[in-house]
């Protein structure tokens, strides 16, 4: 697996982790403003928590080595077999469908956004500018309801009551002046790279619920009758029907049910506010479980034990890399060596380029070849060793593989290109 799909599956499960965190802890209390942080927090840590890279520490913590063992054996390697260039042909087309239609879908909803976000600014060049009170509003016959974005109030031409005007401008001042709108394009930007991730949608519409929510209890407190202006939301919502997809604050756009039982919910307890401190542990476990998932590659690579003549087990020492040019070669460096492509590419190069030797089938020799090489600090492959070998012919044919290789995306240390060693595990099986 490459270290760019790697990290959007990182980003995908944490998403629904979230969810499913605020759902379970959050979702019924009455702490608006924590709640709206809490979910800013949800859309920014699934995809930063990813990045940090505490390798080294993790190495450190011996309660942690049997997880990095467990985790090591559920990790990808690279499998030939004695018919896998057809196979590697269906895995290629799968995946260039997959990609296909992924970006297809974030083509689609980037041109809805587009198309959403200029309808905007051409309603806001086309509207009659109007100054009720204090406020300035853009009046426009093109709305059947009133909304708001970024500093901008639009209204419809329909006239309203003077108290229900008031509700209407206090709802929306509220979602203006607390810059709700950089939480909608947010949540909108995640539905764009997630949108096939159903949790994405779930948490962007728990979103829009807690901005109305705010907009709502701002109302009330501002002294306005409670069932009076639940009855003005019924009568709008009767009158108007708004799609929840829009980028704007919508003044009756979400579940109108949702908003009056939270209106009428007893405000939770000061000291439940503590239960948000519970999302910290949960961010720094994904984040140490993303390291885990890092050290458990190179630990699986690194070279196992192989058994002599007699049948005893003795360690494989790696050799030195070449000192010619009195460089270090690092084993673990903060950036990693890249294949071109990923991980993804270098396990289809190397099943595609194997062949899986005619006197090795005919003896029905299978096994798994471990090969060591150094990806120098100018990308070139060099110095390819084999640390554990089956039967010299397997072993002559993955170094073969191994030399054929093109210049890589060399590690780096500190900002700076080095000289890595890399252990490669190759299966070769029958079918």
């Known amino acids: 697996m ?44 699934a995809f930063v928590y990813p990045l940090p890279n505490i390798q080294e520490w993790v190495k450190e913590q011996e309660p942690i080595s049997g997880l990095i063992l467990m985790y090591s054996t559920l990790l990808p390697e690279v499998e030939v077999q004695s018919e896998a260039a057809a196979a590697t042909q269906g895995q290629t087309i799968f995946r260039l469908i997959a990609l296909a239609c992924y970006w297809a879908g974030v083509a689609w909803f980037s041109l809805r956004f587009l198309m959403q976000s200029g309808r905007i600014l051409w309603l806001a060049l086309k509207s009659r500018p109007m100054l009720i009170g204090d406020t300035k509003v853009c009046v426009s016959d093109k709305i059947s309801g009133p909304f708001s974005f970024f500093r901008l109030i639009f209204l419809p031409p329909d006239p309203y009551p003077g108290k229900e005007t008031d509700e209407i401008l206090t709802h929306e001042r509220t979602h203006v002046s607390q810059w709700h709108s950089i939480d909608v394009l947010i949540s909108e930007w995640m539905c764009i790279i997630c949108w096939m991730n159903p949790f994405a949608w779930l948490l962007r519409r728990e979103q829009r619920y807690n901005l109305e929510y705010l907009a709502d209890n701002k109302v009330l407190a501002s002294g306005f009758d409670s069932r009076a202006y639940q009855y003005h939301l019924l009568g709008l919502t009767y009158h108007h029907h708004q799609a929840a997809a829009n980028l704007y604050n919508n003044f009756n756009v979400l579940h109108l049910k949702n908003r009056i039982c ?79 492509g990923g991980e993804g590419e270098l396990l289809k190069f190397v099943a595609t380029n194997v062949k899986y030797p005619e006197e090795a089938k005919a003896k029905k020799i299978e096994g798994r070849v471990i090969v060591s090489f150094i990806v120098n600090d100018d990308g070139r492959v060099s110095d390819p060793v084999i640390t554990r070998g089956i039967e010299p012919l397997l072993d002559a044919e993955s170094l073969r593989v191994i030399q054929l290789m093109p210049v890589w995306t060399p590690g780096k240390q500190r900002g700076i290109p080095v000289a890595v060693r890399y252990t490669l595990p190759i299966t070769f099986k029958l079918q």
């Open 2 to 45: 490459s270290p760019d799909i790697a990290y959007f599956l990182k980003v995908n499960i944490a998403l629904a982790l979230f969810y499913a965190f605020y759902r379970l802890f959050f979702h019924k209390d009455t702490f608006f403003q924590l709640r709206r942080l809490l979910l800013l927090l949800c859309f920014g840590l």
């Open 262 to 340: 939270m209106m009428n919910k007893k405000r939770s307890r000061a000291i439940a506010r503590t239960k948000y401190l519970m999302f910290l542990p949960l961010a720094a476990l994904l984040m140490l479980l993303a390291n885990v998932e890092a050290v458990a590659r190179i630990s699986r690579s690194a070279p196992e034990p192989v058994a002599d003549a007699a049948g005893e087990k003795e360690a494989v020492v790696q050799p030195e890399a070449p000192q010619d040019d009195k460089k270090p070669v690092f084993t673990v460096v903060e950036q990693m060596p890249r294949f071109p």
